[in-house]
């Protein structure tokens, strides 16, 4: 029965196809050498008040310019004073900006940040990239 098998051969493994990184020529393991920029996120609250922030449309760091209109809420509390009586103070929440709604813009550009609206429960946040 030797004879059917004959001299065998030596075995030689097939080596191993290369895996994907070989293949398109991307190192296996990352170069540490190198610094990557990842943004960071500072989300900036917008109040009643001008804030400091930085413009991402201009990149200089501002103060917000606001611009403020009287809304429903305004003209709610006033009329609620002036129901109880406060005859003196209701007309106080069209003199602060806490009761009006702020829009808040940069001074140098005019780029838009957001707003702010009493009792919303947005604060008018928003983020920059810096
Ligand atoms: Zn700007």
């Known amino acids: 029965m030797d004879y059917l098998l004959g001299p065998s051969a030596p075995f030689i493994a097939p080596s191993p196809p290369p895996t994907y990184n070989e293949a398109i020529g991307v190192p296996d393991e990352p170069d540490m050498g190198e610094c990557i ?3 960071v ?3 900036v ?3 009643c008040d001008p804030v400091q922030t930085v413009c991402p449309q201009c990149i200089q760091p ?5 611009r403020s209109f009287n809304t429903k809420f305004t003209h709610i509390t006033a009329l609620t004073l002036f129901i109880i009586g ?9 003199c602060f900006s806490y009761f009006k709604k702020t829009l808040h813009y940069c001074p ?3 780029y838009y940040f957001g707003t702010y609206t009493p009792l919303s429960t947005d604060q008018g946040s928003y983020s920059n990239y810096f």
């Not at 406060?86 to 069209?94: D, I, K, R, T, V």
């Open 37 to 39: 920029d990842i943004p």
């Open 41 to 43: 996120i500072n989300p």
């Open 45 to 47: 609250f917008l109040g």
């Open 62 to 66: 501002v103060e917000t310019e606001i």
């Open 86 to 94: 406060c005859l003196p103070c209701f007309l106080l929440p069209y």
């Open 108 to 110: 140098i550009c005019g």
